[in-house]
């Protein structure tokens, strides 16, 4: 069983990473996102506000697998508002506690969507490494530059059809950012043993590159 978790703030490559990792060992690759951005956009469908703790710990609670692919289809499950209300719930410790039990059962149990059975996972997210899977065989902090990194999130939005500017994906991503940082409960943060890979001047082939370096370096005891 491997265990990888990848942590840092948004766009940073951290989902490049992590499919990328899962083609390459051969395990299944954990978008922990995507729970938070189906809660979110749940709320906000449905027309709660994002930061009404009991509505939301209730959806978090409902939450299943077929709930949040059939959300994930929706154009704004990746969308700004997605990404805000996703914030917003995601700092409400009654979501986190909802949502960590089936994080950390998954990690004991891996399986593929198909319900094949996986000889490990890579987790994606901001507190996989610190909160979820602490034990993790390695851990990943990327980060990049606020600049460099709105500057590929307004690319994928524009290439979406997203209708947006770069100076609002800037200012939407550092106010996510810093919602995701300061929060009380399970902030964004490094894990104390996780290997720092800061992607601002490489592109994903050498962002895959450099992780797998350093993995094999780590299996090999080095
Ligand atoms: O990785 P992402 O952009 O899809 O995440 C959306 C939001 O979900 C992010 O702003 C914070 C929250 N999140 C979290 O709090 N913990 C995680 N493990 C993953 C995401």
Redesign the pocket.
């Known amino acids: 069983m491997m265990i990888i978790t990848i942590?840092g703030p948004?766009?940073a490559g951290?989902?490049t990473l992590a499919a990328a990792l899962a083609k390459h060992y051969k395990l299944v690759y954990f978008?922990?996102?995507?729970?938070?951005?189906a809660v979110?956009l749940g709320m906000v469908l449905d027309g709660l506000d994002p930061e009404n703790e009991v509505a939301a710990e209730q959806k978090a609670k409902e939450l299943t697998f077929e709930k949040m692919m059939a959300l994930s289809t929706h154009q704004d499950f990746?969308s700004d508002i997605?990404?805000?209300a996703?914030?917003k719930?995601?700092?409400l410790p009654k979501v986190?506690a909802a949502l960590l039990k089936m994080?950390q059962d998954f990690s004991k149990n891996p399986v593929f969507p198909d319900g094949t059975p996986a000889n490990g996972a890579v987790?994606?997210?901001?507190?996989?490494g610190t909160?979820?899977c602490p034990h993790a065989d390695i851990k990943f902090f990327v980060t990049a530059s606020a600049e460099v990194r709105a500057q590929r999130r307004y690319k994928e939005f524009l290439a979406k059809g997203i209708q947006t500017t770069y100076e609002k994906v800037l200012a939407d991503m550092a106010e996510?950012?810093k919602?995701?940082s300061e929060?009380a409960t399970?902030p964004?943060k490094p894990a104390s043993d996780a290997i720092f890979l800061d992607t601002s001047e490489m592109d994903a082939e050498a962002e895959v590159f450099t992780a797998i370096k350093e993995i094999e370096r780590r299996l090999a005891g080095i």
């Open positions: 942590d948004a766009a951290k989902g978008d922990t996102g995507m729970l938070y951005r979110g990746r997605g990404g805000r996703a914030s719930v995601s700092a986190r994080q987790y994606d997210g901001r507190d996989t909160v979820v996510r950012d919602r995701d929060r399970a964004l």
